[in-house]
T-cell receptor, first 114, second 111 residues
Framework: KQEVTQIPAALSVPEGENLVLNCSFTDSAIYNLQWFRQDPGKGLTSLLLIQSSQREQTSGRLNASLDKSSGRSTLYIAASQPGDSATYLC?????????????FGKGTHLIIQP | NAGVTQTPKFQVLKTGQSMTLQCAQDMNHNSMYWYRQDPGMGLRLIYYSASEGTTDKGEVPNGYNVSRLNKREFSLRLESAAPSQTSVYFCASWVYYNEQFFGPGTRLTVL
């Protein structure tokens, strides 16, 4: 059974720092990996999608990398801002066509101090 | 495009009551999902529908039933609600090679 772990569970840093959130998964046979953001009491917003054949994706100040063979992904946030405060979730889809849903990590709760 | 919509946004039930959570997507996606999110447990898959006319159990299906009414709509039914079903419920949709899109969620409390 696929398991997804996110480290750290919580992180508090001053504004302006560059930071890295980590995600690991136990079964490297994945279809793709998706990073989400969730604000308190809200739904999930998709940030980046990395296909299994890709190594990284970038969107603005966000960069996500994928090393499928080692079962790891990182989300890099450059020049952090207070508006980046949220919970960040990593999720993978297995190679069963993907129709059987995402397996999620429990998230990293990020606080950016002004 | 509304994306994925869910109704209701909030609901309070008494133990033993029944209700149906509604979900619809306008992106012409084949696959639809129901997840629940609980503190300390993360998001877990309840049921999914790979295509119109098919449904399958996910990780935590007990106490729930689903109906894929058509390609757009996927409903989740609680026949006899229990306090353990207090949770936030998310519907999502997906098509191959793309990302999953989530609805805004339904916050359910069972007393």
């Amino acid at each position: 059974k696929q398991e997804v772990t996110q480290i750290p569970a919580a992180l508090s840093v001053p504004e302006g720092e560059n930071l890295v959130l980590n995600c690991s998964f136990t079964d490297s046979a994945i279809y793709n990996l998706q990073w989400f953001r969730q604000d308190p009491g809200k739904g999930l917003t998709s940030l980046l999608l990395i296909q299994s054949s890709q190594r990284e994706q970038t969107s603005g100040r966000l960069n996500a990398s994928l090393d499928k063979s080692s079962g790891r992904s990182t989300l890099y946030i450059a020049a952090s801002q207070p508006g980046d405060s949220a919970t960040y979730l990593c999720a993978v889809i297995g190679t069963g066509g993907g129709a059987d849903g995402l397996t999620f990590g429990k998230g990293t709760h990020l606080i950016i101090q002004p | 495009n509304a994306g994925v919509t869910q109704t209701p946004k909030f609901q309070v039930l008494k133990t033993g009551q029944s209700m149906t959570l509604q979900c619809a997507q306008d992106m012409n996606h084949n696959s639809m999902y129901w997840y629940r999110q609980d503190p300390g447990m993360g998001l877990r898959l309840i049921y999914y529908s790979a295509s119109e006319g098919t449904t399958d159990k996910g990780e935590v299906p007990n106490g729930y039933n689903v109906s894929r009414l058509n390609k757009r709509e996927f409903s989740l039914r609680l026949e006899s609600a229990a306090p353990s079903q207090t949770s936030v419920y998310f519907c999502a949709s997906w098509v191959y090679y793309n990302e999953q899109f989530f609805g805004p969620g339904t916050r359910l409390t069972v007393l």
